[in-house]
């Protein structure tokens, strides 16, 4: 599943191919909006909210979509062929772009002013205005008995964080992700439950808007260096010992999860 920055990118492409410009195309292939018709609205704007894209147009309407573990969207000009061998789940279109959402895990059209529907269980977001670490802090601190890798996916505590900067930012806060939440902060260098908020923070910042940033820790794409994430049984850049590898979560949410089990003890 895309991480929440991979989200923010693409609600940057969006905006730019598609805000303020009137729509002259749309054609959503979910059978529930078949006739839906935005043809001569114009689209007002689009923002990530978590792992969430709401793209709102004119009429009090915002196009919901989720990209779940396939989905993209593909901006081309306007009048390119579309993609043959794909899964097309929505198209909107003006008269210099075009918006190919392909293999959308979900597309929901519903009146803006009632977004809450779909976003409103969501915790603070980590590349969004709302973010807010104490409250994001406190979220997690509800379920101490849990495990904070859980704890970290867990959309309602934090929104936007995903396996890649799971992994990364436990490794850097020298936690395991099998602790307990109530348990964080116990160890003498291990980070606490506000620290380990902000370090998520910081990483999704500098990783937002790909590669050419400012980076702390590396990043999927090429020519950045990873600490565990994708390196199960090669040699930690830290200790030297092997990464550890596993599944965590229950059936059918299991997540990988990776760590090293001398920098990040239990």
Known sequence: MPEGDAVYRTAKRLRAALDGRVLTRSDFRVPR????????????????????????????????????????????????????????????????????????????????????????????????ADWDPERAAANLAREPGRTIGEALLDQRNLAGIGTIWRAETLFLARLSPWREVGAVGAGESSADLAELVELAHRLMESNKEGPGGPVTTGDPRPGRALFVYGRARRPCRV????????????APAERLVYWCRTCQPS
Do not use: F
């Open 33 to 128: 909006y078949a006739t839906a018709d935005l043809r001569g609205r114009r689209v007002l704007g689009t923002e990530s909210r978590g792992k969430h894209l709401l793209t709102r147009v004119e009429g009090d309407l915002t196009v919901h979509t989720h990209l779940r573990m396939d989905g993209s969207w593909r901006v081309h000009p306007a009048g390119r062929p579309l993609p043959r061998g794909d899964v097309i789940r929505l198209i909107l279109a003006n008269e210099q772009w075009q918006a190919v959402g392909v293999r959308l895990g979900m597309v929901d059209l519903l009146p803006t002013a009632r977004e809450d529907r779909i976003v409103g269980h969501l915790g603070p977001d980590l590349l969004g």
């Open 239 to 250: 200790c030297g010992n092997p990464i550890s590898s596993g599944e965590m979560g229950t």
